[in-house]
DNA sequence: CAGGATTGGTCAACATGGCTGCCCCAATTC
DNA sequence: GAATTGGGGCAGCCATGTTGACCAATCCTG
């Protein structure tokens, strides 16, 4: 008896999923990897990358919105901003409005150090897009953005100022 | 002085880059999210199910194939197999062609397991390539093709069969 | 056939980066 | 004055990665 697949695109079918599944999870794990060796330089892992790389993309962002921007715990983000600050790549001030809020910053430093790692997440994300052509980058946006949930795309968006 | 930068394409400046790997980042994290509930329901975690994919996506395959596609240790993913075996998930049995190989295979239960768990990827990924648009799935597929080296690609589309 | 290369398994030991539970303080808000 | 919020910290656990050494079976080649 014939499959009773109904009527459903041509891209929705399980071959294309799991083609996109399999490109999202090698291609998001190179380029992760096209850093460590910048970092285990230093003697610092990804986790440290993260939290310096939103910083630097929102500097004076509060610990609470780089937590929910990291969806891990204070916990495990205290470790890595107490050695990020330790290091000299980061420093807090007190919030104006208010002043319990610890709004971080990277150091000209720390400043340095995310700018060297990103110009390899820049040269590979480069070459990407160059080879997949113009038109092609809006797609891999549109894609992604439709893994994010509802919520989450507001405080992605806002990164991007 | 006005910036020196040379004339490059709009969607190769900073911010285009920036933003794609932001994407990247969330998309991703949301996706293998939305398994991690499934998962621990059984006591397992992501690298039980990234073993259970690859080998439900080529039966068969043998172990070095495997720590080829993972790029992780011998040690690493002896530990995942041994769990999977012992839980009666996958199963092995000598190559054909070389009987030093071991072949390994999902047993049913295996073979439901990962269905199951494939299923919250399928709709994930299906409601991006939805809201996205047949058109915006080949230029998220090219993208993340030109972030996996050369050498990978080989490998990674030698999957789709 | 002998000897080297390949495939796989195993051990001990360690690093990273998540997690929970519990407690604390200061500042703000109600 | 009480409750909430933002931040910090300790102890300890777990999952999953790492290195390095070593062994056994098998295959391939001179």
């Known amino acids: 008896m014939a499959a009773p697949i109904p009527a459903s695109p041509l891209f929705l079918r399980e071959p294309e999923i799991r083609r996109g599944v399999e490109l999202l999870y090698f291609g998001y794990s190179h380029l992760t990897r096209s850093i460590d060796a910048g970092l285990s330089d230093k003697g610092m892992g990804r986790a440290h ?4 790389y ?3 993309r929102k500097p004076d962002l509060t610990v609470s919105e780089l ?3 990291l969806a891990i715990t204070k916990q495990s983000l205290g470790r890595v901003l107490t ?3 330790e290091r000299g790549l980061v420093e807090t001030r007190a919030g ?7 709004l971080l910053r990277l150091t000209a430093e720390g400043t340095a150090f995310e700018a060297e790692l990103f ?4 040269a590979k994300m480069a070459a990407a897009y ?8 809006g797609g891999f946006w549109a894609v992604l953005e439709g893994l994010i949930p509802e919520d989450e795309r507001a405080r992605v968006a806002g990164l991007g100022r």
Chains 1, 2 share one sequence.
């Open 96 to 102: 104006d409005r208010d002043r319990r809020q610890r």
């Open 83 to 85: 050695e990020l600050t």
């Open 119 to 122: 110009e390899a997440l820049r």
């Open 130 to 137: 160059s080879s997949a052509g113009q038109g092609a980058v």
């Open 54 to 56: 939103f910083i630097a």
């Open 67 to 69: 937590l929910k921007l």
């Open 49 to 52: 990358h993260r939290a310096l």
